[in-house]
Every structure is written in structure tokens, then in C-alpha cells.
């Protein structure tokens, strides 16, 4: 339901239409175009990742950009739209179980009028709204010339209406706080006939745009076609064994840094420890004496791409060293290990070798020696050698640290690896054929077929000013700077087996799959917005929207009382679909590869006079892939036909702010209501020319409250299906939606 202004509240309540609350609508005539809005996301097909699932080295894999295009039909209008005036009537219905609202109105086809005026207009002047009124050749045998009107009341023309009790005079529609819209509607047929000079206009709500646009290229973009739904695949887990070798490294520095600049000391370069020749060496800067603290040289190294490292050899010139091996990760903001290296200053030393180390050993020969270290990720090492040992031969400090050889080796081993073909942060509107919920499915064809509402969105009114219109944030599903206009109640669940096979269906078909399995309607509200959300049956009250664009959930309802708005009701009970008993489930699909289908599950149906008929309603679909998605849609089918068993027709002085998917408490003497109906769909019918606007009510009777008197008691739903229609019961639905301004 939606907050009415005061006044109109006042004149639904006063039963006097006339005068200033007589019944009125304005009906904005808007050329729609089609806008198409452009991306390109550089998907990732591919991506490895460690078994900690952290991307492993190589990052990712191959490439390519995914082209994704979505269809605005209600903004950035460029053309004024205009007034319809001498409207003789003005019908039209909605409800959750239409697939398309319609609406018709009928107009005098001769020279405008004022509102109200007797139209008496010369026969010469018939025709005047006719779309090729004076633009023939031969329109000059009748004197007629083109008006504002030639080509204008065509087939795929946009009408907004706004309907009340009374209007500002001279305020545009959309801004008159007297009038509140009623729909929007798409031209379907004009017909135009002699003898009364009247035109009558059929049109279909944008629910139309679902039921025509199929889901082939363009409405649906190349990169989505064939189109097909799934969860993100798992990763692909590879094991891979890799070969031992040398690692490739390079020098990032020695302990001869601070005192020489790096220089070879007496010829002895650094890069003699990697060219394989046991002849050669590097030689540190000399120390007084071993015992001093700052007596500790090292060579530290870069792996050229960061990796496994399976061990790390070195060989020495002299012997009774003690070898040490430092180890890092993450480029040297740390080192591995927990006992430090000695090196102490002593207000001499300079070369910072008091770091962590995971290693030592003795140095007991000029052979070979070895670390293992067995580590993945490895950025740097670090050999330092400590008691260091007497070279006579050069001048100055005679106790040095000297290296023939060092070589780093990886492997073998084997290396597991994750093959994330969609990562698990990918959204529906940036990955082909993936969804996270079963509303991305319903928020995609939505934005393919028209809905899509760009940020930054305008609209020009009938006045010609310009109203900016933006949502508040993006639809992150969609990957895009924009949302669905409309509200979609997110599920919470998306199977297993995926929702295949949609190619050339209608998209209102697409949308319907998903319905059948959640339990949830959909329609087309006032302002031509996408409503998607589950039933408003489990708990009493409406979903209630302020004239500011707030919605929260009430206990409110509206009463319809035959003292004061019922003109007339009809109630029926009926036996038709009753079943016993309900199975739900998918045919095993003996298809080579397919591993889908031999889901199942059967409940209960609901029968308030059991007399020990046999009916058992089967329903086989392959949308379902556990048992608990087969459960919940046995339940609903149950719940449908539940609520089939007592309806009623109840015809009231109009009242717009009563909207489908609404609970209203009726009271009346000869069918002895008294209780909460659900509105299941509305009839709204206005005659101009006598000033009677009516609403009929298409409802089906609910009960008290759900703990009491019911239609259908919620104990008697499984545990899934209590878990995924009552959650929401009671929150609020947000609405991100604010026609009366930028939001």
C-alpha cells in the first residue's frame, strides 16, 4: 500500500465526488527511446591459486574482455511530452498472477475541450487526434490541416497516468500533490470510429517489453548467448611435480657495502660466487679479531621470480667458519626464523647483520655444504659466516669471510595448484552464464529488456523542466554504474544444477522459471517499476511507501467497509484446485555427461473437506537440484491453491493508495466478512463524462491471523520452506526508488 495526500484521503473517506473532489485524470502522451548502455570487462578466465587459496605465481592466466549492454526505455527523453485532453474514459488492471497490466482509454476524436465541457464539437473538426489528421494529399477536401497531433497516437507511444479526487489547476501531473500516478502504459491499438467520434487507445504496462523481447541477440548481449545460468564453478585442483634445478638468483648486496661500496677486495669479486668456477672467490673486508661482535660477513640474494627452494649449497675458502641461512617471503619486510644473528655494532660495524635466521652449521671442510630449506614463496636468502678465520696473505685486518661458490636449488616436488575458472568475487553482469542468487537471473533480464536506470538519470515533465533521478548506489550484480528500476527481494539461494536452456524464450518465461522455484510474484507497479519479492501472505500487513519513497513494513491495512466505500461484492468457493497431495521433482536427464535430475520431494496438499479423493498433482522441472528447492516449491503450489479456495470480487470507490500484493480487512453483512483479504489484482474504471471512478478488487480471503484463524497455517510448511518465506517477514524491503527527486 501507499501513503495517499491528505485531501484525496479526505474525499475517498467523505463519499462526495463532486465539486472540487470530483474524480480526474491527467494522461502524459511520452516518446519512448530505447538507450543502450555499453561495457567491456576484462574478465579473467582463468586464475591459479595456492592450496591456502592464495593466487600462485603466474597470476592470472588467459584473458578476454566480456561486452555487456544494457536497455534503458524510461529515461533520458529528449522530446516534451505533452497533455491528452478530451479523455471520455479511462480503465485499467493489474495483478500478480498477469503477466501485462492493461489499460484502455477512450477519447472524443474532434477539437480539444476543456475538462468537463460538453463536447459539441462541428463534425468538421472530427478526425482531430487521428495520427494522419491534415498530413495527406486529400486532407484538404475536408479543410483539414496538421496539428500538434499528426503521428503522435501510434502504437509504441509511452502514457503515464495520474488519477485523483480534484487536480491543482495549472500544475503539471507530476508535480500536483492532488493526483498520484496510476501506471505506465505502452500503446498496443488506436481505433477510430465514425459514428461516435470517439478513439479508443488498448494499452499493455511495460510488462510488455518481457512478453516480446526473446532471450536472442541483441536484447540479450553475444558474450551471454546461448543464454544459461550456473553457480561459480569450484577450482580445478592440478598436481603438478616439478623437476629439481638450479634456482636463478641474483646478488643484492654484501657486508662490504658499508665500509667499501661493494668493491671487490684485492680482485676478489662478488659475482665470482656464481660463475661456477671452484677457482675463484669473493673476500670480505678484514676484522680485528673474530671475537668482536661486528665480526660477521654475509652475501645476500634475490631469486629472480619468487618460489620453492629446496635447499641452498655453498663452499668457503678456509674452514671453521659457522655457516648461517636467513630466509624471506615478502622481500625483506621480514625473515624467517626466531633466534638472531649476533652481530653487535660496537660503534664500529656497519653492515646490519643482526637478522633472524632458520639455520646454522659448522663449517668443517672447503667442500660443498648444504641448508635445506624446503620453502614456497621464497624472495631472498642471506649466507652469513661467523668465527671468521685468518687471512695472512692480505694487508690490514687479517680475519676475513671468503666464498667460492653459492647456488640455491628448487625441487623435486609436487605442487598443487587451483585452477579458478570464475573468480569468486565475478558478479552475474561482468562473467557470462554465472549467477550467486536466482535474482541475479531475474535483475539481468530486467536491465537486458528496458529496466536498466543508469546513475545520473533525467526525465522531462509534461511542464518541460527536467528532473534528475539517480539511484542511490550501483547493483553490484549487475557490474555497472546503475540498478534495476524496481525492487527485487534477494533469495538467498542458488542451486547447484543452474537454470540451462533459455535461449529464444520470452524473458518474461526466463523470469517466470525463477518464480515457479522461489514462490515469488512479480508485476509492474504504478511508476513502471519491477517488483519481485515473496507474497504478502504469511503475516499481517503491507509493505508500506510514503510519498517521500520511504517503505517499511505496517501492521497497517485499509478498511473496506459497505457503510462506506463497498459498492459491491461477489465471493466464491471453489473446489477446482484442491489437490491431496503435491510431488515436485526432476526427471532424471539420461543425457551423456548430465548428472542432473532424480531430485524429488512430496507434501501434503490442502483440502479443508477431505472426503478421500485422489488427487495428486505432479510437477516436473529440471530447475531443481536438491531436495529442500523441490520441497519449497511443493509448498508453494499448495500455498496457491490454498488460497484459490474462497475469493471475492469487491468493487469500491476508488482508492489508489491500495496497491496488489495488499492485505485489506473487509467488512460485510451478507457474506459475514469480517477478515483480512489479499488483493490479488485491481480493476480501475473512470468515467469522465458522469465522474465515477471505481476500483474492483480481485481477492482471496486470508483469515485473522496467521496463529489463529488461517487460510494456511505455516506448521503445516516443511522446515525449508519456513526458513526462506518468513525470514523476511516483518523486515523492511528496501526500496532504493525516489521518483521525487535525485537521490
Same mark, same amino acid.
Given at each position: 500500500?501507499?501513503e *495517499?495526500?491528505?485531501?484525496? $484521503?479526505?474525499?475517498?473517506?467523505?463519499g462526495?465526488?463532486?465539486?472540487?473532489?470530483?474524480?480526474?485524470?491527467?494522461?502524459?502522451? @511520452?516518446?519512448?527511446r530505447?538507450?543502450l548502455?555499453?561495457s567491456?570487462?576484462?574478465a579473467?578466465?582463468?586464475?591459479?591459486?595456492a592450496?591456502?587459496?592464495i593466487?600462485?605465481?603466474?597470476?592470472?592466466?588467459?584473458?578476454?574482455?566480456?561486452?555487456q549492454?544494457?536497455?534503458?526505455?524510461?529515461?533520458?527523453?529528449?522530446?516534451?511530452?505533452?497533455l491528452?485532453?478530451n479523455?471520455?474514459s479511462?480503465?485499467?488492471s493489474?495483478?500478480?498472477?498477469?503477466?501485462?497490466?492493461?489499460?484502455?482509454?477512450?477519447?472524443?476524436?474532434?477539437?480539444?475541450?476543456?475538462?468537463?465541457?460538453?463536447?459539441?464539437?462541428?463534425?468538421?473538426?472530427?478526425?482531430y487526434?487521428?495520427?494522419n489528421?491534415? !498530413?495527406?494529399?486529400?486532407?484538404?477536401?475536408w479543410?483539414?490541416?496538421?496539428?500538434?497531433?499528426?503521428g503522435?497516437?501510434?502504437?509504441?507511444?509511452l502514457i503515464?497516468?495520474?488519477?485523483?479526487?480534484g487536480?491543482?489547476?495549472?500544475v503539471? &501531473?507530476?508535480r500536483d500533490?492532488l493526483?498520484?500516478?496510476?501506471?505506465?502504459?505502452?500503446?498496443?491499438?488506436?481505433?477510430?470510429?465514425?459514428?461516435?467520434?470517439v478513439?479508443?487507445?488498448?494499452?499493455?504496462?511495460?510488462?510488455?517489453? =518481457?512478453?516480446?523481447? %526473446?532471450?536472442?541477440?541483441?536484447v540479450?548481449p +553475444?558474450?551471454?548467448?546461448p543464454?544459461?545460468?550456473?553457480?561459480?564453478?569450484?577450482?580445478?585442483?592440478?598436481?603438478?611435480?616439478?623437476?629439481?634445478?638450479?634456482?636463478?638468483?641474483r646478488?643484492?648486496?654484501?657486508?662490504?657495502?658499508?665500509?667499501n661500496?661493494?668493491?671487490p677486495?684485492f680482485?676478489?669479486?662478488?659475482?665470482?660466487v656464481?660463475?661456477?668456477?671452484?677457482h675463484?672467490?669473493?673476500v670480505?673486508v678484514? +676484522?680485528?679479531?673474530?671475537?668482536?661482535?661486528?665480526?660477521?660477513?654475509?652475501?645476500?640474494?634475490?631469486?629472480?621470480?619468487p618460489?620453492?627452494?629446496s635447499?641452498v649449497?655453498?663452499?668457503?675458502?678456509?674452514?671453521?667458519?659457522?655457516?648461517?641461512?636467513?630466509?624471506?617471503t615478502? +622481500?625483506?619486510?621480514s625473515?624467517?626464523?626466531?633466534?638472531?644473528i649476533?652481530?653487535?655494532?660496537e660503534?664500529?660495524?656497519? +653492515?646490519?647483520?643482526? *637478522? &633472524?635466521?632458520v639455520?646454522?652449521?659448522p663449517? !668443517?671442510?672447503?667442500?660443498?655444504?648444504s641448508?635445506?630449506?624446503?620453502?614456497?614463496?621464497?624472495?631472498?636468502?642471506?649466507?652469513t659466516?661467523?668465527?671468521?678465520?685468518?687471512?695472512?696473505?692480505?694487508p690490514?685486518y687479517?680475519?676475513r669471510?671468503?666464498?667460492?661458490?653459492?647456488?640455491?636449488?628448487g625441487?623435486?616436488?609436487?605442487?598443487?595448484?587451483?585452477?579458478?575458472?570464475?573468480?569468486?568475487?565475478?558478479?552475474?553482469?561482468s562473467?557470462?552464464?554465472i549467477a550467486?542468487?536466482?535474482?541475479?537471473?531475474?535483475k539481468?533480464?530486467?536491465a /537486458?529488456?528496458?529496466?536498466?536506470?543508469? @546513475?545520473g538519470?533525467?526525465?522531462?515533465?509534461?511542464?518541460?523542466?527536467?528532473?534528475?533521478?539517480?539511484?542511490? #548506489?550501483?547493483?553490484?550484480v549487475?557490474?555497472?554504474?546503475?540498478r534495476?528500476?524496481?525492487?527485487?527481494e534477494?533469495?538467498g539461494?542458488m542451486?547447484?544444477?543452474g537454470?540451462?536452456?533459455l535461449?529464444?524464450?520470452?524473458?518474461r #518465461?526466463?523470469?517466470?522459471?525463477?518464480?515457479?522455484?522461489?514462490?515469488h510474484?512479480?508485476f509492474?507497479?504504478e511508476?513502471?517499476?519491477?517488483i519481485?519479492?515473496?507474497?504478502?501472505?504469511?503475516?499481517? !500487513?503491507?509493505?508500506y511507501?510514503? =510519498?517521500?519513497?520511504?517503505t517499511?513494513r505496517?501492521?497497517?491495512?485499509?478498511? =473496506?467497509?459497505?457503510?462506506?466505500c *463497498?459498492?459491491?461484492i461477489r465471493?466464491?468457493?471453489?473446489?477446482?484446485n484442491? @489437490?491431496d497431495?503435491?510431488?515436485?521433482?526432476?526427471?532424471?536427464?539420461?543425457?551423456?555427461?548430465?548428472?542432473?535430475?532424480?531430485?524429488?520431494a512430496?507434501v501434503?496438499?490442502w $483440502?479443508?473437506?477431505?472426503?478421500? =479423493?485422489?488427487?495428486?498433482?505432479? /510437477?516436473?522441472? #529440471?530447475?531443481?537440484?536438491t531436495?529442500?528447492?523441490a520441497?519449497?516449491?511443493?509448498?508453494?503450489i499448495?500455498v496457491?491453491g490454498?488460497?484459490?479456495?474462497?475469493?471475492?470480487? %469487491?468493487?469500491?470507490?476508488a482508492?489508489?493508495g491500495i496497491?496488489?500484493?495488499d492485505?485489506?480487512?473487509?467488512?460485510?453483512?451478507?457474506t459475514?466478512?469480517?477478515y483480512?483479504?489479499?488483493?490479488d489484482?485491481?480493476?480501475?474504471?473512470?468515467?469522465?463524462?458522469?465522474?465515477?471512478?471505481?476500483?474492483t478488487?480481485?481477492?482471496?480471503?486470508?483469515?485473522?491471523?496467521?496463529?489463529g484463524?488461517?487460510?494456511?497455517?505455516?506448521?503445516?510448511?516443511?522446515?525449508p520452506?519456513?526458513?526462506?518465506?518468513f525470514?523476511?517477514?516483518?523486515?523492511k524491503?528496501r526500496?532504493?526508488r525516489?521518483?521525487?527527486? !535525485?537521490?
Amino acid at each position: 500500500m501507499r501513503e *495517499i495526500p491528505a485531501e484525496m $484521503n479526505r474525499a475517498w473517506k467523505s463519499g462526495q465526488f463532486v465539486g472540487r473532489d470530483r474524480p480526474y485524470v491527467s494522461l502524459v502522451l @511520452r516518446q519512448p527511446r530505447m538507450r543502450l548502455h555499453s561495457s567491456l570487462h576484462p574478465a579473467p578466465r582463468q586464475q591459479n591459486l595456492a592450496p591456502s587459496g592464495i593466487p600462485f605465481r603466474g597470476g592470472w592466466g588467459e584473458r578476454r574482455s566480456v561486452a555487456q549492454q544494457y536497455a534503458s526505455y524510461l529515461w533520458g527523453d529528449s522530446v516534451k511530452p505533452v497533455l491528452l485532453p478530451n479523455i471520455k474514459s479511462f480503465s485499467w488492471s493489474r495483478g500478480v498472477s498477469q503477466d501485462v497490466g492493461q489499460a484502455t482509454i477512450e477519447l472524443w476524436n474532434t477539437n480539444p475541450y476543456p475538462f468537463g465541457a460538453e463536447v459539441q464539437g462541428d463534425p468538421l473538426r472530427s478526425g482531430y487526434f487521428s495520427y494522419n489528421y491534415g !498530413g495527406m494529399q486529400h486532407s484538404s477536401r475536408w479543410g483539414h490541416l496538421k496539428n500538434e497531433w499528426f503521428g503522435k497516437l501510434v502504437p509504441d507511444m509511452l502514457i503515464e497516468s495520474y488519477e485523483g479526487y480534484g487536480h491543482s489547476e495549472g500544475v503539471a &501531473p507530476e508535480r500536483d500533490g492532488l493526483l498520484l500516478q496510476t501506471g505506465v502504459w505502452r500503446i498496443r491499438d488506436v481505433e477510430m470510429t465514425a459514428g461516435d467520434r470517439v478513439m479508443r487507445i488498448t494499452c499493455e504496462d511495460l510488462g510488455s517489453l =518481457l512478453t516480446e523481447q %526473446i532471450a536472442f541477440p541483441p536484447v540479450v548481449p +553475444n558474450d551471454w548467448y546461448p543464454l544459461s545460468f550456473g553457480p561459480i564453478p569450484d577450482p580445478i585442483r592440478t598436481d603438478t611435480v616439478v623437476p629439481g634445478g638450479n634456482v636463478g638468483i641474483r646478488i643484492t648486496k654484501t657486508s662490504n657495502l658499508r665500509w667499501n661500496n661493494d668493491r671487490p677486495m684485492f680482485g676478489w669479486a662478488k659475482e665470482n660466487v656464481l660463475d661456477g668456477n671452484g677457482h675463484s672467490a669473493w673476500v670480505s673486508v678484514g +676484522n680485528v679479531h673474530p671475537s668482536r661482535g661486528f665480526a660477521y660477513e654475509y652475501i645476500e640474494f634475490a631469486l629472480n621470480q619468487p618460489g620453492f627452494v629446496s635447499e641452498v649449497t655453498f663452499s668457503t675458502v678456509n674452514k671453521g667458519y659457522t655457516a648461517y641461512l636467513s630466509v624471506s617471503t615478502d +622481500n625483506m619486510r621480514s625473515w624467517h626464523g626466531t633466534e638472531v644473528i649476533g652481530w653487535r655494532s660496537e660503534n664500529i660495524g656497519r +653492515n646490519g647483520g643482526n *637478522i &633472524p635466521f632458520v639455520q646454522s652449521q659448522p663449517v !668443517g671442510s672447503e667442500d660443498t655444504h648444504s641448508f635445506a630449506v624446503n620453502m614456497d614463496g621464497v624472495t631472498h636468502f642471506r649466507v652469513t659466516l661467523g668465527n671468521l678465520q685468518y687471512f695472512g696473505q692480505f694487508p690490514g685486518y687479517k680475519y676475513r669471510g671468503a666464498f667460492r661458490e653459492i647456488a640455491a636449488r628448487g625441487g623435486p616436488r609436487t605442487v598443487t595448484t587451483f585452477t579458478e575458472l570464475v573468480p569468486k568475487t565475478a558478479e552475474a553482469g561482468s562473467h557470462a552464464g554465472i549467477a550467486k542468487d536466482w535474482t541475479d537471473v531475474i535483475k539481468m533480464c530486467l536491465a /537486458w529488456a528496458g529496466w536498466y536506470w543508469p @546513475r545520473g538519470s533525467r526525465r522531462m515533465l509534461s511542464d518541460g523542466t527536467v528532473r534528475i533521478t539517480s539511484p542511490t #548506489q550501483p547493483d553490484q550484480v549487475l557490474a555497472a554504474d546503475g540498478r534495476v528500476w524496481g525492487d527485487v527481494e534477494v533469495a538467498g539461494t542458488m542451486g547447484p544444477a543452474g537454470y540451462k536452456n533459455l535461449a529464444k524464450q520470452p524473458l518474461r #518465461q526466463v523470469i517466470q522459471g525463477v518464480l515457479d522455484v522461489l514462490g515469488h510474484v512479480f508485476f509492474i507497479d504504478e511508476t513502471g517499476a519491477a517488483i519481485v519479492r515473496s507474497p504478502n501472505l504469511f503475516t499481517v !500487513g503491507n509493505w508500506y511507501r510514503s =510519498l517521500t519513497g520511504q517503505t517499511v513494513r505496517t501492521e497497517q491495512v485499509t478498511p =473496506l467497509d459497505e457503510a462506506t466505500c *463497498i459498492i459491491d461484492i461477489r465471493t466464491r468457493i471453489s473446489g477446482r484446485n484442491i @489437490r491431496d497431495r503435491i510431488s515436485v521433482g526432476n526427471p532424471m536427464n539420461v543425457q551423456e555427461g548430465d548428472k542432473s535430475g532424480g531430485v524429488s520431494a512430496s507434501v501434503a496438499g490442502w $483440502n479443508p473437506n477431505p472426503t478421500g =479423493l485422489r488427487r495428486h498433482a505432479l /510437477w516436473l522441472d #529440471q530447475g531443481f537440484a536438491t531436495e529442500n528447492e523441490a520441497l519449497v516449491m511443493a509448498d508453494m503450489i499448495a500455498v496457491r491453491g490454498a488460497f484459490t479456495y474462497r475469493t471475492s470480487e %469487491i468493487t469500491i470507490t476508488a482508492n489508489p493508495g491500495i496497491q496488489v500484493d495488499d492485505q485489506v480487512r473487509v467488512y460485510e453483512r451478507n457474506t459475514s466478512e469480517g477478515y483480512l483479504h489479499y488483493v490479488d489484482a485491481i480493476s480501475s474504471e473512470m468515467d469522465c463524462t458522469t465522474g465515477q471512478w471505481t476500483y474492483t478488487l480481485t481477492t482471496h480471503w486470508l483469515g485473522s491471523d496467521p496463529e489463529g484463524v488461517w487460510a494456511l497455517n505455516k506448521r503445516m510448511l516443511t522446515q525449508p520452506t519456513r526458513e526462506l518465506t518468513f525470514r523476511n517477514a516483518g523486515q523492511k524491503f528496501r526500496m532504493a526508488r525516489n521518483l521525487k527527486g !535525485g537521490s
